[in-house]
């Protein structure tokens, strides 16, 4: 079975612009979170989705939404991009909302902001 | 101060030697998670623990939480564990927190 997939791999994108960043869970996961990793540092919680419902969000400005998707798909948009957004943004699954359960984490994409 | 405190920051040991990775959190949790990051990004959940004791292979994860406190060991290192071990804990509401990593190289 596939893991959890993101996309793209790889993103360059230039101040003020906007992005999209998609996840695939698990399939038969319902559960979705979006984490932000900055070079040299733990990975930090931007959002939970659980049934296509925002369940958690960490403390990241307006800028960042998420939504999730009939399938359990989701994307991250982030707005007005600052040169701070650059890191690497994680998505991971679990079969229902608790965060009690191992969570499957995707491969991650790696954002640059120039 | 950070709610969840790893040490060392970086650990370099030789190949066959006993390692153990510390993590400390200031909360009350639900769960504890050691995770694995290799160069690249991808994340391995290693273990999730509540209290005890689990094993799988050559990996040990203990957790007190009456100390708030939870380690990881590896036995018989190898170069291929060489990675980043993120201790994460979930403590209330929907979100986990993370620890800042340990990098693990082990040398052959």
């Known amino acids: 079975d596939a893991g959890v997939t993101q996309s793209p791999t790889h993103l360059i994108k230039t101040r003020g612009q906007h992005v999209t960043l998609r996840c695939s869970p698990i399939?038969?996961?319902?559960?979705v979170s979006w984490y932000q990793q900055v070079l040299g540092q733990g990975p930090q919680f931007i959002f939970q989705?659980?049934?296509?419902?925002?369940?958690g969000r960490g403390n990241f400005p307006d800028r960042f939404s998420a939504r999730q998707f009939p399938n359990y798909s989701s994307e991250l948009n982030v707005n007005a991009l600052l040169l701070g957004d650059s890191a690497l943004y994680l998505c991971?699954?679990?079969?229902?909302?608790?965060?009690?359960?191992?969570?499957?984490f995707g491969p991650g994409t790696r954002l640059t902001v120039t | 101060k950070n709610e969840v405190e790893q040490s060392p920051q970086n650990l370099t040991a030789q190949e066959g030697e006993f390692i153990t990775i510390n993590c400390s959190y200031s909360?009350?949790?639900?769960?504890l998670h050691w995770l694995q990051q290799h160069p690249g990004g991808g994340i391995v959940s290693l273990f999730m623990?509540?209290?005890g004791k689990k094993k799988h292979g050559r990996l040990i994860a203990t957790i007190n939480i009456q100390e708030k406190h939870s380690s990881l060991h590896i036995t018989a290192s190898h170069p291929r564990d060489s990675a980043v071990y993120i201790c994460?804990?979930?403590?209330?509401?929907?979100?986990?927190?993370f620890g800042e990593g340990t990098q693990l190289t082990v040398n052959p």
């Open positions: 991971a699954s679990t079969p229902q909302g608790g965060l009690s359960v191992e969570q499957y």
């Open positions: 399939s038969g996961h319902k559960s």
């Open positions: 989705y659980y049934e296509k419902e925002e369940r």
């Open positions: 909360v009350g949790i639900s769960a």
């Open positions: 623990l509540s209290s």
């Open positions: 994460a804990v979930k403590a209330s509401g929907s979100r986990l927190t």
